[in-house]
């Protein structure tokens, strides 16, 4: 919800239609490959000797990155790893050098962790919601879009069962849950 508001507070986006339409979930996620045990150990995992690279978000710009740096202070090992992240721009990316195994474990979207193009390289657990802030996902309409129309139909169809189905399906917790 960060971006969308400070594109309202920018006078960038029309604040009647800001709308949060669900929460997303940071998940610890290795190769198919690894040996680490993640569904015993969690977090632990990533004291493992063999985990030279750990891959995450930008926290100064990325919401995942601040939720991973935020989960691994509240597990107690940020001061222990954090000579071992390899930050990439967005989750995305932080996703892409775990995927390519250029970093031993990632933080990444249980979204990304359950899409059909990652589910069968690698494993995941998923880190407690309580253990880092929300990551509340949000959308507005430009003001300068020549198609507001249709962003406004996208942002009605974000608010119907269909698309709280496809959000669950992923992952995403919705607000009103």
Not at 138 to 167: C, I, P
Request: overall charge negative.
């Amino acid at each position: 919800m960060d971006y969308p508001k400070h594109l309202i507070a920018d006078d960038q986006a029309d604040a009647a239609s800001l709308y949060q339409y669900s929460l997303g979930k940071l998940v610890l996620w290795v190769p198919s490959n690894s040996p680490l045990d993640l569904e015993h150990q969690g977090m632990a995992v990533l004291l493992d000797s063999s985990v030279k690279k750990i891959a995450i978000a930008n926290p100064e710009h990325a919401p995942y990155g601040r939720a991973a740096v935020a989960a691994l202070k509240h597990a107690g090992l940020y001061d222990r790893l954090s000579d071992r992240f390899v930050m990439g721009e967005n989750v995305s990316q932080a996703a892409q050098f775990a995927e390519s195994e250029n970093a031993q474990a990632g933080f990444v979207a249980l979204a990304h962790a359950l899409s059909s193009a990652v589910k069968s390289l690698g494993r995941f657990w998923v880190v407690p919601a309580d253990y880092y802030p929300a990551l509340e996902q949000g959308v507005v309409v430009l003001n300068r879009s020549q198609h507001r129309k249709e962003a406004a139909d996208f942002l009605q169809y974000l608010k119907t069962k269909e698309a709280s189905d496809v959000l669950r399906k992923y992952g995403f917790t919705l607000p009103q849950e």
